[in-house]
């Protein structure tokens, strides 16, 4: 089954830095990825979705993900961090359009 | 505005019991899924069901099992409750490829 490591549980920037959050995946077929968002207390939300097409794929609040097959990652970023960017951070993969498998997550913290 | 909906926020059981967790969506959506999140595990998938009647095992499903009779509702059952079934439960739902769209979740305790 399909499979996602990323790299750093926790991540930490000062506001206006760069936020670099690691995800790579392991696929037997040309996958689906997803990042999701989960603020305190909150449900997960969507950020972002690769599917096919452009490897560069826009999100909500700034963010972006870059989808590399030959080094299969997905990495998330955004230029300048906001201090509401404060939660936990969740890489997904899915073959075939039917089961989810999810990273162990990376919390981000940004200080002021 | 689409909703699932998880019919406890809040479980507290004993140990050998049997428990069920209900999910319910209003989208007509074909797959179901269930979660455990745990801190530093992130969410492992347990279940999911691409139709009715139908079921495929996740990455953890020892000491659970689902049942979804109907499109719009998606079982979860835990045999004999153990205190290492303590977790957040989360019912999730998508049409193939789309956005998951979760429940606000369950936050089961097992004594």
């Known amino acids: 089954a399909q499979s996602v490591t990323q790299l750093g549980s926790h991540v930490s920037v000062s506001e206006g830095a760069l936020v670099l959050l690691r995800c790579n995946y392991s696929?037997?077929?040309?996958?689906?990825l997803f990042w999701y968002v989960q603020y305190p207390n909150q449900g997960l939300q969507l950020l972002l979705k690769y599917t096919t097409g452009a490897t560069l794929v826009k999100g909500i609040n700034g963010f972006e993900a870059e989808f590399k097959k030959s080094e299969t990652s997905f990495h998330l970023t955004k230029p300048s961090a906001h201090m509401s960017d404060a939660a936990e951070y969740f890489c997904?993969?899915?073959?075939?359009?039917?089961?989810?498998?999810f990273g162990a997550g990376t919390r981000l913290t940004v200080k002021p | 505005d689409v909703k699932v909906t998880q019919s406890s926020r809040y479980l507290v059981k004993r140990t050998g019991e049997k428990v069920f967790l209900e999910c319910v969506q209003d989208m007509d959506h074909e797959n179901m899924f269930w979660y455990r999140q745990d801190p530093g595990l992130g969410l492992r998938l347990i279940y999911f069901s691409y139709d009715v009647k139908m079921k495929e095992k996740g990455d953890i499903p020892e000491g659970y099992s689902v049942s979804r009779e109907k499109k719009e509702r998606f079982s979860l059952i835990l045999e004999s409750a153990s205190t290492n079934q303590t977790s957040m439960y989360l019912c999730?739902?998508?049409?193939?490829?789309?956005?998951?769209?979760f429940g606000s979740g369950t936050q089961l305790s097992v004594l």
């Open positions: 696929s037997s077929v040309p996958p689906y």
């Open positions: 997904a993969v899915s073959e075939n359009n039917n089961d989810m498998r």
């Open positions: 999730a739902s998508d049409r193939e490829g789309e956005k998951l769209f």
